[in-house]
Structures are given as structure tokens and as C-alpha cells.
């Protein structure tokens, strides 16, 4: 089983990262900009991981994302769900969407008495590139895939 910290932090970029996926030689840069629609969810061990999002990208190399994340890490655990927001940098290099979090802020919706068990605001490495492989991207669908749990996730263009 992956480490909570690792699994969170992983795929709460997952879908940042996602919605930036740019198909080498058949998309433009334009396809990329936008708003974007994205859902992760991960089952693994009696517990999951779910993150939906909406994340803009800017022409300037920005990006600004918020979201909605379910958890339940296990029987002995509660679900928690909270909102998120962030903002970064996001950049392609060879068929790799690479993505810096310059900005990560939690608001636990359910079990507040968790947040102070669990810093998930610095569980998140800031400044920090993070890379995911490009899939494909058309004028409304972008596919990438990361080494968390080795499949593919997928957005769709608002």
C-alpha cells in the first residue's frame, strides 16, 4: 500500500496535472488553455481516494484550481471530505506535463477534529516539480497517466 502522504499529495496533483495534457504533434497549445473538468478516484485496501476538481490554465504558465476530496484511508477510519484550492506553474517537456504548487490551502468539510491529527496543507510539496505522461488531448478531452496507481485519468473541457 502506498503511504497516506504519498498517495494524497500524489493525487491531489493528479488531476491539476491533468488538466493541462497537450498530445505532441496533433494539439496545439491553445487545446490546453481553459477550464477544466476532472475526477480521480482511487480504491485500494478498504479505503479510497476521490478528487474532483475544476483548474484553469492560463497562456502566462499559470494555473488555479479548486476542488472537492473524499477519503477514507482504511475500516478504522471515518470518510473526511474537504475542499481544497491551489495555484501554480505548469510547463510540457518531452510528452511530460510538469506542474510546480506554489500555493495548497485545505478546508475540511466533514471531522474538522481531524485537521489537527492530519496536515494536509503540508503534506503537499510546494515548489516542488511533479511530472505526469502526457496521453492525449483533443478540443474537449485530455487523458494522462501517472506512476501512482498506473492508469490513466481523464478531463473534460468546460
Not at 44 to 53: A, M, Q, R
Not at 66 to 72: A, E, F, H, N, Q
Request: net charge negative; with cysteine.
Amino acid at each position: 500500500m502506498l503511504s497516506p502522504t504519498k498517495l494524497i499529495s500524489t493525487l491531489l496533483i493528479i488531476p491539476f496535472l491533468a488538466c493541462t495534457a497537450l498530445q505532441a504533434n496533433t494539439a496545439s497549445r491553445a487545446d490546453m488553455l481553459g477550464t477544466w473538468a476532472c475526477e480521480v478516484k482511487i480504491v485500494e485496501e478498504g479505503g479510497f481516494f476521490k478528487v474532483e476538481s475544476e483548474d484553469y490554465y492560463s497562456d502566462d504558465g499559470t494555473s488555479k484550481g479548486t476542488g472537492i476530496m473524499t477519503m477514507k484511508m482504511g475500516p478504522d477510519f471515518p470518510q473526511v471530505t474537504y475542499n481544497y484550492s491551489a495555484e501554480g506553474t505548469w510547463k510540457i517537456r518531452d510528452m511530460q506535463l510538469i506542474e510546480t504548487l506554489t500555493r495548497f490551502e485545505v478546508t475540511f468539510v466533514s471531522h474538522p477534529e481531524i485537521e489537527k491529527m492530519v496536515n494536509l496543507e503540508s503534506s503537499m510539496p510546494l515548489n516542488q516539480e511533479d511530472a505526469a505522461e502526457i496521453i492525449e488531448l483533443t478540443s474537449s478531452m485530455l487523458t494522462l497517466k501517472t506512476d501512482v496507481d498506473g492508469s490513466n485519468h481523464t478531463c473534460y473541457k468546460q
